[in-house]
């Protein structure tokens, strides 16, 4: 057995490349599960009319607006299918499951590359110049992944004007956006009250750390849209202990609130445990995740992660993602202890 081998046997692997939520399964989650096991004997309701009410007071939105679905992907792939975009634009970098899924629907792809001298702020100005009525969809992730910024909800409505004004559709992913401080504020939410060519989709999967039960929801005041959606999407597409279980999910304010306590403390400390050192390069983080460029010459992703790995610290090698290259990593934060054992480790070798 080599050396390293046993290295890693010390350690407990940790994650920091799943940005999922560090307090785990909500506690209302586990209960409603075990309160209810019994439901998996019958078919879901294909109303759900207590899950539709639960998420649209979440949302602060009327039932009607509710969309459902399996995950993100899956209603990403629903607006494709519904809009059928000959030409759609794409930030990079950002998902990489967007271009995945556009791709599939032979959809032409335009990338707006966000540049890292202005530490991949997006300029909505500047974007709009490189729209055109040849485009019939524009998805943004809001706060990007991987770069963990955020835009604000004046951009998204200049923008939600300017696609409005072209005749194009406007997909605002928001998988991450209740990690960020004071989110209610630079949610799109509210703008699908106005528009009708923008639709705002979350999941719960990384903020309720649940990615298991597969459930996402989208967002939009498009009645003829919403008619299609009716008519063919499965009655019954969530199960039945996911439907109970979110229903209580959103309800369970100590949960979202402890989050959103823990993620902006960790996220402020590991930035400033980091920026000491000069050999490499933070990205802001508005997200409970962060990006970093490796500074040293001689230094890759790929040396990172397998120093990282030996200690159980599995991290995100960039160097796959459109926009970067073998210079860039990525991790998310999770509780105190688990923070500082990353920090210390990954300040080890760069």
Do not use: W
């Amino acid at each position: 057995m080599t050396q390293n081998t046993l290295r890693i046997e010390q350690y407990e692997t940790l994650l920091y490349n799943a940005n999922l939520n560090p307090l785990g399964i909500p506690g209302s989650v586990r209960r409603a599960i075990q309160q209810n096991i019994g439901s998996i004997v019958k078919y879901p309701d294909a109303y759900y009319n207590s899950l539709k009410k639960s998420v649209a007071s979440y949302a602060g939105v009327p039932m009607d607006y509710v969309v459902m679905g399996n995950g993100s992907v899956d209603l990403i792939k629903l607006y494709a299918s519904l809009v059928g975009p000959k030409k759609a634009l794409i930030l990079v970098p950002g998902s990489s499951e967007y271009e995945f899924i556009l791709s599939s629907y032979n959809t032409e792809l335009v990338f707006y590359n966000l540049k890292e001298e202005e530490d991949f702020e997006l300029d909505v100005n500047d974007l709009i110049q490189n729209l055109d009525e040849s485009l019939d969809m524009v998805i943004i992730g809001n706060p990007n992944n991987p770069t963990s910024k955020k835009i604000t909800r004046e951009d998204v409505k200049a923008l939600a004007d300017a696609c409005k004004s072209m005749n194009i559709f406007l997909v605002i992913d928001e998988m991450y956006i209740e990690f960020v401080d004071n989110y209610k504020d630079f949610t799109a939410v509210p703008l699908t009250e106005e528009y009708s060519n923008l639709a705002v989709i979350r999941s719960v999967s990384k903020f309720f750390a649940v990615p298991g039960l597969r459930f996402a929801y989208a967002l939009m005041n498009n009645p003829e849209m919403k008619e299609i959606v009716d008519r063919i999407t499965t009655k019954n597409n969530i199960a039945s202990l996911t439907a109970i279980a979110v229903t209580d999910m959103f309800k369970d304010e100590e949960y979202i609130t402890e989050s959103q306590s823990i993620i902006h403390t960790e996220r402020s400390l590991v930035y400033l445990a980091m920026s000491t050192s000069r050999s490499i390069k933070l990205y802001k983080p508005e997200a409970n995740f962060m990006l970093v460029k490796l500074l040293k010459e001689d230094l890759t992703s790929a040396d990172v992660a397998e120093h990282c790995n030996l200690r159980g610290v599995v991290i995100r090698k960039c160097d796959n993602i459109r926009g970067l290259d073998e210079k860039y990593i990525r991790f998310c934060f999770m509780n105190p202890k688990q923070n500082d054992l990353m920090v210390n480790t990954i300040l080890e070798i760069v």
